[in-house]
């Protein structure tokens, strides 16, 4: 049995697993960060399992390490799935996935670990919010590809990563105002116009420019800039970063518009 | 062994328990509901294993309807626990009340609970939100009370319900306007003010009179009825009622106040 199989089933909690939903934003769009499983049409959210000495936290943050390049990313725990129906036999993507990874498999080794993925396993679920310009997608030893995928246009997903995705989203956007979203997603320097489209993309609908502005502004988070220099200068709009200070103590009560 | 335990240790998922803050909402204080353990002073959230066959939801919904006499109440997932360092020798309260437990198991039997109960255990916790009035709090085979504390006076909790609880009480503020908070802890008639008093103790802040009123109001989920006969006439407040169509509808989008 390879070293990395053995110290999953001699080390790690059984029946217990850790998937996370990497949301970043690119182009004004919601994205997700997808492994794509080696000769296999189907994608996967990065995870692992738990080593019995470590809190999951820290496995989470040494996964979006592997695969980001990035250190002390946002994350949140926001559910833990554990139905009886989630299994690798649960749809015929998880299926075809389970048995191409079990075909590399020794025969000997198949006993220990059928056990091992058949148990009933439990996942708990986390968001990461990240600034897609700063990361570097890198697959992992069972996947070919890593990369950004927008929330809208998902591919075929094994077990119930696509309904994780979909609740993580319902999360970020119940908590839209608890959330450090500005600060995690957008560059250091953006425009008005750069902080509405963020808003509209988590909340899924359009906000008004002239309300979103006047709001904003009242908050007391934003720091103006020099305006940004492509057209002309009557057009330009101003760049905007955020007041660390100020925000943070506001994110921690809720940021309200009322 | 008795059959519990038997059972506990054949047909449940190792290394998992389910705890549940339920909240209840009584004479204008917001509370929890707690067992006290059999002679010892420690309480300790409602709460099970998890069988092999069922859903979590399923086995929660079943400890409340033993410690509550309640069916289909609301419950929500809100976070898993799995630190290293929640184990039963956590605080000298847990460990105390673990040996009492352990006191009663014969020699024989406790090389397998031990073992049972020494392993890291990863604990999903729910919350419930009760009308008090309707629920009878009924002790289980291990405690010797069932009491609504209010959550601002908690007494010697075990393990992490400490936590758990706070954090429920941290959910509930931020989804408050995704929650169905007035239909599940008012009675089906109130005044505005206890509407008003029960947003103040879940927020833990106080709100002006007029201005909630008139929120409230703009919403379209209040019914006006009688007014309530307690004193002079002319200062009897209305009392009202949600109109359960509306309300669940604003609910799954958020009651927004802006």
Same mark, same amino acid.
């Given at each position: 049995m390879s070293k990395f199989l053995r110290e999953l089933v001699e080390k790690c909690v059984p029946g217990v697993s850790l998937d996370c939903v990497v949301l970043g934003y690119q182009n004004n769009v919601l994205k997700v960060l997808l492994l794509k499983y080696k000769e296999h049409n189907a994608w996967a959210l990065p995870g692992g399992f738990l080593p019995q000495g470590q809190e999951m936290e820290e496995v989470i943050g040494l996964v979006l390490k592997e695969r980001t390049g990035l250190d002390g990313v946002y994350l949140e725990q926001f559910k833990t799935y554990s139905s009886i &129906?989630?299994?690798? &036999?649960? &749809?015929e993507i998880s299926q075809e996935g389970f048995n191409k990874l079990r075909s590399t498999w020794s025969t000997a080794d198949r006993t220990v670990l059928d056990q091992w993925f058949n148990q009933r396993f439990i996942s708990t679920a986390y968001f990461a919010l990240i600034n897609c310009n700063k990361a570097e997608p890198t697959p992992d030893a069972v996947s070919e590809e890593c990369a950004w995928v927008p929330v809208n246009e998902l591919p075929n997903l094994v077990l119930d990563h696509k309904k994780m995705i979909s609740e993580a989203l319902s999360q970020l956007k119940r908590q839209i105002n608890f959330l450090p979203i500005g600060k995690e997603l957008l560059d250091q320097k953006f425009t008005m116009l750069d902080l509405q489209r963020l808003y509209e993309s988590i909340l899924d609908q359009k906000l008004d420019r002239g309300n979103f502005q006047r709001k904003m502004m009242k908050l007391g988070i934003l720091t103006r800039h020099e305006k940004l220099m492509t057209g002309a200068q009557n057009k330009a709009p101003y760049l905007y970063s955020i007041d660390l200070k100020v925000y943070d103590q506001l994110i921690k009560t809720g940021i309200s518009f009322v």
């Amino acid at each position: 049995m390879s070293k990395f199989l053995r110290e999953l089933v001699e080390k790690c909690v059984p029946g217990v697993s850790l998937d996370c939903v990497v949301l970043g934003y690119q182009n004004n769009v919601l994205k997700v960060l997808l492994l794509k499983y080696k000769e296999h049409n189907a994608w996967a959210l990065p995870g692992g399992f738990l080593p019995q000495g470590q809190e999951m936290e820290e496995v989470i943050g040494l996964v979006l390490k592997e695969r980001t390049g990035l250190d002390g990313v946002y994350l949140e725990q926001f559910k833990t799935y554990s139905s009886i &129906n989630r299994g690798w &036999n649960c &749809n015929e993507i998880s299926q075809e996935g389970f048995n191409k990874l079990r075909s590399t498999w020794s025969t000997a080794d198949r006993t220990v670990l059928d056990q091992w993925f058949n148990q009933r396993f439990i996942s708990t679920a986390y968001f990461a919010l990240i600034n897609c310009n700063k990361a570097e997608p890198t697959p992992d030893a069972v996947s070919e590809e890593c990369a950004w995928v927008p929330v809208n246009e998902l591919p075929n997903l094994v077990l119930d990563h696509k309904k994780m995705i979909s609740e993580a989203l319902s999360q970020l956007k119940r908590q839209i105002n608890f959330l450090p979203i500005g600060k995690e997603l957008l560059d250091q320097k953006f425009t008005m116009l750069d902080l509405q489209r963020l808003y509209e993309s988590i909340l899924d609908q359009k906000l008004d420019r002239g309300n979103f502005q006047r709001k904003m502004m009242k908050l007391g988070i934003l720091t103006r800039h020099e305006k940004l220099m492509t057209g002309a200068q009557n057009k330009a709009p101003y760049l905007y970063s955020i007041d660390l200070k100020v925000y943070d103590q506001l994110i921690k009560t809720g940021i309200s518009f009322v």
